[in-house]
């Protein structure tokens, strides 16, 4: 911390070396806010300007957000040009895991009436098309950018994504407000969380952070509100159903219900348990 005696004079010489050595330009923050939103009026039009809702928009929209993901990541990573262009390969792919995504929420929840609906008002939505765009910067190394994306996405939902989680197809978040997925976190497919879900990690340190410190999710799992699922040698079999507000610290077989109660049983056979916790 620099002395409460620094002269202005020095202050602001101090204040334009900080700027000089700081590799993330001044408007990263501005920048990911921005490409998100392109990012989501180029997929999908209920995102898009009422000015470019044509056909024309589309080409409109595709200039714009390569530009900024050029602007956003040329100062932080040397392969900027090789970024750019993998990412924007990959959108085809994300949109088709996105509308998966759509689907799987308008399926599992009364309360929707339509894909619009969803795409257009659910927090889960809009937090799941950010990470699957973020996910893709993360795989390709780069660093801050990803990061300041899914903090933007988790400023406007309540939902903490880290980029580097790996989410299946048809990925659902119902309500979403308090859900925190940690980075090692891996997530199969057609898997419905719930409010204040956790996927954590069982002890926080940096010695830890080159290893698995976050739970396996397997196929087919319901997490409902405000279960804790900790630790990266822990999984959730397919099939599963865990209750809400149980806190989970080891491994369950496929197709187990994991409750919580105020006794402690263990019953079903082969195929299945049932725990009350």
């Not at 098309?129 to 996910?135: D, G, L, N, P, S």
């Given at each position: 911390?620099?002395?409460d005696?620094?002269?202005?004079?020095?202050?602001?010489?101090?204040?334009?070396?900080?700027?000089?050595a700081?590799d993330?330009?001044?408007?990263?923050?501005a920048?990911?806010?921005e490409?998100?939103?392109?990012?989501?009026?180029?997929?999908?039009?209920?995102?898009?300007?009422?000015s470019?809702?044509?056909?024309?928009?589309?080409?409109?929209?595709?200039?714009?957000?390569?530009?900024?993901?050029?602007?956003?990541?040329?100062?932080?990573?040397?392969?900027?040009?090789?970024?750019?262009?993998?990412?924007?390969?990959?959108?085809?792919?994300?949109?088709?895991?996105?509308?998966?995504?759509a689907?799987?929420?308008l399926?599992?929840?009364p309360?929707?009436?339509?894909?619009?609906?969803?795409?257009?008002?659910?927090p889960?939505?809009?937090a799941?098309?950010?990470h699957?765009?973020?996910?893709?910067?993360?795989?390709l190394?780069?660093?801050?950018?990803?990061?300041v994306?899914s903090?933007?996405?988790?400023?406007?939902?309540g939902?903490?994504?880290?980029?580097?989680?790996?989410?299946?197809?048809?990925?659902?978040?119902?309500?979403?407000?308090?859900?925190?997925?940690?980075?090692?976190?891996?997530?199969?497919?057609?898997?419905?969380?719930?409010?204040?879900?956790t996927?954590?990690?069982?002890a926080?340190?940096?010695?830890?952070a080159n290893?698995?410190r976050?739970?396996?999710?397997?196929?087919?799992?319901?997490?409902?509100?405000?279960?804790?699922?900790?630790?990266?040698?822990?999984?959730?079999?397919?099939?599963?159903?865990?209750g809400?507000?149980?806190?989970l610290?080891?491994?369950?077989?496929?197709?187990?219900?994991?409750?919580?109660?105020?006794?402690?049983?263990q019953?079903?056979?082969?195929?299945?348990?049932?725990?009350?916790?």
């Amino acid at each position: 911390m620099q002395s409460d005696s620094l002269s202005w004079r020095d202050f602001l010489a101090a204040r334009k070396a900080e700027r000089q050595a700081c590799d993330a330009p001044r408007p990263l923050r501005a920048l990911a806010e921005e490409f998100a939103f392109r990012t989501l009026a180029l997929l999908f039009p209920q995102f898009a300007h009422p000015s470019r809702l044509g056909a024309l928009g589309v080409d409109d929209e595709a200039a714009h957000l390569e530009a900024l993901l050029r602007a956003a990541i040329t100062p932080l990573v040397p392969y900027a040009e090789g970024v750019v262009d993998t990412v924007l390969s990959r959108l085809p792919a994300v949109h088709a895991a996105l509308v998966l995504d759509a689907e799987a929420i308008l399926r599992g929840d009364p309360a929707a009436e339509s894909l619009e609906e969803v795409i257009v008002a659910y927090p889960g939505f809009l937090a799941t098309a950010v990470h699957r765009v973020a996910h893709e910067l993360y795989l390709l190394d780069v660093p801050l950018f990803p990061r300041v994306l899914s903090e933007w996405a988790h400023r406007e939902t309540g939902i903490d994504i880290h980029p580097g989680a790996r989410l299946g197809t048809g990925f659902a978040i119902d309500h979403g407000t308090g859900v925190v997925i940690g980075e090692t976190s891996e997530i199969g497919d057609r898997v419905r969380l719930y409010q204040g879900v956790t996927l954590g990690a069982l002890a926080v340190s940096k010695k830890l952070a080159n290893r698995k410190r976050h739970p396996t999710i397997g196929h087919d799992v319901v997490i409902y509100a405000n279960a804790t699922i900790l630790g990266g040698d822990t999984v959730v079999g397919e099939g599963s159903v865990i209750g809400g507000n149980v806190w989970l610290t080891t491994s369950v077989p496929p197709r187990s219900v994991v409750q919580f109660s105020s006794r402690v049983e263990q019953r079903g056979g082969e195929d299945g348990l049932e725990f009350h916790i």
